[in-house]
């Protein structure tokens, strides 16, 4: 329930205190004022703070807000693109978005979680013949190589591990300043340059792109006036299908983490139950951080539960509060794949990659995807290959954002399982 005391708004600027506490400022403050909708300041602006399935419900609901105007500049220029699918309204985010949901249907899917499980197996021969492997930097490699095979971008092996680490970098400055900000906006624009030049071959007939494939349909997607994307959006929308791929690394690291921190599940998995399989994928989902907020403005003005939303306002949601909020999840501080035993969910109270309807709404249409390659993922670490985990730092920053184990989880003595061990 919304308290009187949501009504506050703080007249200094809390953008230092967002930066030193990342993941966690709309999360303490929540807790601290036992409300889930607080008023503040950041970077000179008055913002709503909200958490919980009610506030996602809400922040969702098109009628109430728009994503115009929401993602500032510097995070479209590094994350996004600039005038992205991801800050369009009404009928022409729809349409849009409809372009990505044919692009990451169930078919689609498999088959990119059926090419990331051989890029694992074709890995595991390699890590045999060194000491130690930092999960994290393989991950990126592989992820961004399978992703450019499935969606048709040609990638030479040379240039592999450049590309994984600017569309890694596009990831790394959302919540950055200074060099990793910078590095960021430099991964931006090298991809988007690239990417350009291959629509426009593709369209000049210059190269030969799948039917079906995501270069093939976006490269040649018209919008609601007739025409065809400039080339350049139609590269930013190309990105926003490769970037994320290669995003789902840091949850690939996380995996590996929850099976080191909870060996237990390690035996479990083994029986190859895909009911286990999907409860353990979710809590890493649930549990590890990822996102940390999402901006919306309001539409129009309303009121809310006693509170009035002026026209304009910038409001932000708790993604990794409500993912740890107590009112939805038993003891959420604790590590437990089981509450997703038949749990379901409700779309605004599990949301580590957005809220609401995929098809019909802005939360992530490759959601899918991410937990399809996690799964085969998790089969390839736990039935596929043994490993030690030497000592190392494991731990992750909530003031970083994004965040991950600061050593990438290292991997020592890697080696194949036979048939016959699984």
Known sequence: MIKEKASKVFALDSSIALMREGYLFIKNRVDAYETDLFITRLMGQEVICMSGEEAARLVYDSEKFVRHGAAPRRIQETLFGVKGVQTM????????????????????QKRLAALVSQQWEAAAVKWEMVQNVVLFDEAKEILCRTACYWAGVPLLEGEVKEWAEDFSAMVDAFGAVGPRHWKGRIARNNAEEWITEIIEDVRLGKMKAREGSPLYEITFHRGLDGNMMDPKMAAIELINVLRPIVAIATFITYTALALHEHPEWKERLRNRSSEDFEMFTQEVRRYYPFSPFLGARVRKDFTWNGYEFKEGMLVLLDMFGTNHDSKIWENPS??????????NSSVYS???????????????????????????????????IEFEVPEQDLSYRLNRMPTYPESGFIMSHVRRRSSGAY
Request: hydrophobic share 30%; with cysteine; aromatic share 8%.
């Open 350 to 384: 599990f949301i580590p990659q957005g809220g609401g309807d995929p098809a019909k709404g802005h939360r992530c249409p490759g959601e899918g995807i991410t937990v399809e390659i996690m799964k085969t993922t998790l089969d390839f670490l736990v039935n596929k």
């Open 89 to 108: 309204d009404g009928e022409e985010h729809l349409h849009r978005k409809q372009l990505f949901m044919s692009i990451m249907t169930p078919n689609h």
């Open 334 to 343: 604790a590590f437990r794949p089981e509450r997703f035993r038949q749990r």
